[in-house]
């Protein structure tokens, strides 16, 4: 769990130094009419993680154990396979300001690292699955896992946005 929590911590530190700087109009750029802006990419983390919170608490919460398989999930980390949101997390089409969506990511991580603190056995983790929608019945412990390699997908989404403007 600790290389969970690290890589949490380094993933989310690399996200926060690529949109420290941006101005308004930087943060909130469309490249394309269908295209997110960073602001977007940064309100989908927000609202991924804290479905990521709720999930994870429905499963310890229902104490199912289920016998789910670790799924492949570093494919999230290609960005040449197109991975649709789905609808519940999108992002809002406003416009945000970067200290709005910095404190909103700070406290979505603050969510998520007080569940996973209160688990005195993490071990549980790898015994509960919750549907995830794309993956379909996921471990507990590969949700922690996906969380920071989703959030590194759109670090570089986020740079190849940056490098457009």
Known sequence: MNQFKENL??????????????SFDEFNQRS???????????????????LFVKAIV???????????????IQVVSDRSKKIQAPKIS???????????????????????????????DVSVLKEIAVKH???GNLPLDQWVELLY????????QIKDLKAMS
């Open 90 to 120: 999108e992002p809002s089409s406003d416009p945000f300001q970067v200290p709005q969506i910095i404190q909103l990511l700070s406290d979505s991580r603050t969510k998520f690292m007080d569940v996973l603190s209160k688990i005195d």
């Open 149 to 156: 390699l989703h959030e590194q997908r759109h670090i570089e």
């Open 58 to 72: 429905f499963g310890l919460d229902q104490k199912n154990s289920t016998a789910a398989e670790h799924i492949p």
């Open 32 to 50: 394309e009419v269908d295209k997110w802006s960073i602001a977007q990419v940064c309100h989908h983390l927000f609202i991924t993680e804290t």
């Open 133 to 135: 929608p794309v993956f």
């Open 9 to 22: 911590f380094k993933t989310r530190e690399q996200l926060l130094n690529e949109i420290s700087s941006l």
